[in-house]
């Protein structure tokens, strides 16, 4: 298994150029650039609007999706998500 670029204690934030919202016209959050369009499905929404809202560790991220889905253990989940989407260069720490 590769090593994680995030831990509980990295703070990730949108990479720059990069903007998450609600976009009504498709029924979903999406992630916005210069290019185009990411429309994204439940769990990716979730986490990214913690992240544009919330400048906080992964930690507290997980803590907070946890309480959100009737304590579900999302932290793997979480990590592949985040490993993702920095390899798509969505996200910085």
């Not at 998450?20 to 994204?40: D, I, R, S, T």
Request: hydrophobic share 40%; glycine share 8%; aromatic share 10%.
């Amino acid at each position: 298994m590769s090593e994680r670029v995030f831990n509980d204690d990295t703070v990730p934030m949108l990479a720059q150029g990069y903007r998450f919202q609600w976009e009504p016209a498709q029924n979903c959050n999406v992630l916005l650039y210069p290019e185009g369009m990411v429309k994204l499905n439940g769990g990716a929404g979730e986490i990214l609007k913690l992240i544009s809202e919330k400048q906080q560790t992964v930690a507290e991220h997980i803590a907070e999706l946890k309480v959100a889905f009737n304590g579900a253990d999302l932290a793997e989940d979480v990590y592949r998500f985040l490993d993702e989407a920095y390899g798509n260069d969505w996200l910085r720490k």
